[in-house]
């Protein structure tokens, strides 16, 4: 080894062939990504150690990424104990959303009473990506896309701390999703949402909250509520 090098960072390799390290961004998308695709699955501990030696970069650097995620539900952080993939049980599960359900219908009544013509245009120009992801077979961009649609159903509604409430759960869910249903088969339907939104444009209220209540029971129905067994999980090796 070269005099005055350190092994403390590993330098990565980026796009235009120069060394540099990763920033929190990038190892938070690298993280996230490897939940999304089950690679880490619900109960894996997440060593600040293995993770550091994994992205050549501090402890501390990391504890930060894994702080954004327990923010965003996807991680859980237990005194004495470490960082853990969040685990939704089955009953947690039917607890969030049941809290969707009672949010949600209260969101799509207040949007259905005073929606613009440019919400409903932002309404439809997000359902039309989904579909679009949909067609291209792009998974992880529908995924996140359908969850976003909940959110900005939430953020026209303009109640600051509803929309605050609705991220949460819908950070929560994404992970559900990605625990408990088919890789291939996302249980959001890109056509239950243009439901919602053809009655919210029509201003009809009753008929919104009827199929919110329908597309969120489907969603339920659609997981495969069977909780199961972590095998231990080399970190390293992952993000190799």
């Known amino acids: 080894m070269p005099k005055g090098s350190s092994t403390r960072e ?70 004495n104990r470490g960082a853990f993939v969040a685990s939704p049980t089955v009953e947690e599960t039917h607890a969030v959303f049941e809290a969707r359900k009672a949010i949600e219908i209260a969101l799509v009544k207040i949007l259905a009473e005073r929606a613009s013509p440019k919400d409903v245009s932002r309404l439809r120009q997000h359902a039309a990506e989904e579909h679009a992801a949909r067609l ?16 900005l159903i939430a953020e026209l509604a303009g109640n600051p701390f509803l929309l605050e409430t609705m991220r949460a759960l819908v950070s929560l869910t994404r992970l559900i999703v990605f625990l408990y249903d088919s890789p291939r088969t996302p249980a959001c339907l890109d056509h239950e949402h243009e439901l919602i939104v053809d009655a919210i444009q029509r201003g009809d209220a009753p008929k919104a909250e009827r199929e919110m209540v329908e597309h969120i029971n489907h969603v339920v129905g659609s997981l495969q509520l069977k909780e199961e067994k972590v095998d231990e999980i080399d970190i390293e090796k992952i993000f190799a």
């Open 10 to 79: 590993k330098k990565p390799v980026n796009e235009a062939g120069s060394a540099r390290p990763l920033s929190n961004q990038e190892i938070y998308e690298r993280i996230y990504e490897a939940v999304s695709e089950r690679r880490l699955p619900p109960g894996t501990k997440l060593s600040e150690e293995k993770l550091g030696r994994a992205f050549g970069v501090s402890r501390t650097r990391i504890r930060e990424v894994l702080c954004r995620l327990s923010s965003e539900k996807i991680v859980g952080l237990i005194p």
């Open 136 to 151: 291209t077979g792009d998974w992880k961009r529908l995924i996140r896309l359908s969850g976003d649609f909940h959110v």
